[in-house]
């Protein structure tokens, strides 16, 4: 399915694969709300999360109902679909894929649960013992005994159905105890879980929402007028007439019901937030522990223009990831910055494979210049970050045939070396350009006249964060936890430890 026209500037070309981010997540507890409307825009507003699958889960107290499917979240919507989902409880979820294949049987909020009660989670993040997991929902066993001393299957299902993702033994666990409350089977569940994690959940009457004890990934707190919001990014909030209360902090469950608002720490907290929301992952109009993101972006522009000055015209940027760093980069080298590169924000991976003549135009689907623009100047050309290579070559080149004088490369992260376990889906380690080849190489491979990366001390003091609390992993290969062997981990694992049975559920 297409991954649409979100801010992912990255998925230019054929084969090119830039970074991803895991999932968006969104949930309300308000009585007397449209609840399934507000998370569908709340969800739209968090689609450069993930652009693979949609779904929402209401509950009007007594049952929970799941609508979901692959595609955009307008595209999985409608008026009809949201009539259906009424209740005073929703949890949302938009889906880019890291652990289990895009499918429907992985789309989410997933549901689980046994006769006395039911849960429907959300999860943005990887987990990195999905597998330890697996085996913990296998030794178990699919039945549990009951009260009365009979045996009861459990209702979950989603292990059963195909579902190969990292979210389905987390909603299979919490069922093999019935005499358990939800908060307790949360509180005792969440510190078995390793890596990076946000998960909004609910069951009948309450919502719920944990995040890791790094943090890795955002999740925020907002309040209605008459109800509660938990979201992924601040953004969502406000698209929803939220006003942001706070963060949830690492390592703590917050749990929402008719009684108001109550917390507990169920883990230490070690706050290890991913810098790469910060470079590109978020929306700049989002705010992570203090800072606006677009802020940090232009700051790194910034310290780009100090760390790596050129001679040259206009600045510009690669639409749309590029365009606050290149704004930074023009406001202190005193350059002007222009559009050069206008960008066709509806051309995302079409049902309609291109023709070869079109394929090799390649970038054009997407990029076009402006020549008036580009003909004769030296050029500066921002962008946030050099995955492959193949998008920046292929622009490189364009730009030359556009008639620029010059093309001055500059990057507003450092070179990325190493692979993310924890919810961003970069290139293998022998496929990431940065792995193999010094920065004069890599200018040379991209046809630029210079390349420069933002160093990773202008990166972290750009986002107003101390060192020991971000995770730098893709670019220092210093990783904030152990990490399992490698046939443990990777986006298939769980896929090559299960095959579906003929009871396999789809959509019909």
């Not at 944990?210 to 907002?222: E, F, K, Q, S, T």
């Not at 790469?276 to 677009?294: K, M, Q």
């Amino acid at each position: 399915m297409p991954r649409g026209d979100g801010n992912l500037s990255h998925d230019l070309l054929p084969g090119e694969k830039g970074p991803q981010d895991a999932c968006g997540v969104f949930g309300v507890w308000a009585p007397g709300e449209d609840v399934a409307k507000l998370t569908y825009y709340g969800l739209y507003a968090l689609q450069h999360r993930g652009q693979e699958s949609a779904g929402i889960a209401t509950s009007n107290g007594r049952q929970i109902l799941v609508y979901k499917d692959m595609g955009l979240v307008s595209r999985v919507f409608d008026e009809r679909s949201l009539s259906t989902l009424r209740g005073h409880i929703a949890v949302g979820h938009c889906r880019y894929s890291t652990t289990g294949g895009s499918t429907w049987e992985n789309a989410q909020p997933t549901l689980g649960g046994h006769e006395t009660g039911t849960v429907a989670p959300a999860h943005n993040g990887n987990l990195i013992n999905s597998a330890e997991l697996r085996d913990l929902v296998e030794s178990h066993g699919d039945e549990i005994p009951g009260d009365d001393g009979k045996i009861r299957r459990i209702t979950d299902g989603e292990l059963r159905r195909g579902n190969t993702s990292d979210t389905a033994p987390v909603t299979a666990l919490p069922a093999h105890d019935e005499h358990q409350s939800l908060e307790d089977a949360a509180m005792e569940l969440l510190p078995k879980l390793r890596g990076a994690y946000c998960f909004v959940f609910m069951n009948e009457n309450t919502l719920y929402a944990a995040r890791d004890p790094r943090g890795l990934r955002p999740l925020v707190i907002g309040r209605l007028e008459r109800g509660w919001v938990v979201a992924s990014e601040t953004a969502a909030l406000d698209i929803v007439g939220a006003s942001f209360v706070r963060e949830i902090e690492p390592g703590e469950l917050v749990t929402i019901d008719e009684d108001g608002l109550r917390t507990q720490q169920f883990a230490e907290p070690t706050r290890k937030g991913c810098v790469f929301e910060y470079v590109y992952l978020a929306r700049p109009d989002t705010t992570i522990n203090g800072t606006t993101v677009h802020e940090a972006r232009v700051e790194m522009g910034r310290t780009l223009a100090r760390e790596h000055p050129a001679e040259a015209d206009p600045v510009i940027a690669t639409p749309e990831s590029g365009t606050p760093a290149a704004i930074g980069y023009a406001q202190e080298s005193g350059i002007p910055f222009g559009q050069g590169l206008v960008k066709n924000a509806y051309v995302g991976r079409t049902f309609i494979q291109p023709s070869q003549t079109i394929r090799q135009l390649g970038i054009r689907l997407k990029l076009n210049p402006l020549h008036h623009v580009i003909k004769g100047k030296r050029l500066i050309i921002v962008d946030d970050s050099i995955v492959r290579g193949n998008t920046q070559r292929a622009v490189v080149r364009m730009l030359r045939e556009a008639g620029a004088a010059e093309v001055h490369v500059r990057i507003s992260s450092p070179p990325i070396k190493w692979p993310c376990f924890f919810g961003i889906d970069f290139a293998t380690r022998a496929e990431l350009i940065a792995t193999g080849l010094g920065v004069d190489e890599i200018r040379n491979s991209l046809g630029a006249d210079s390349l420069g990366y933002i160093s990773e001390d202008g990166m972290i003091a750009a986002t107003d964060q101390s060192r020991d609390e971000l995770c730098t992993a893709c670019f220092s290969g210093t990783y904030p936890m152990e990490l399992p062997s490698e046939d443990r981990l990777g986006k298939s694992l769980l896929e090559l430890e299960f095959t579906p049975t003929e009871e396999a559920v789809r959509r019909p």
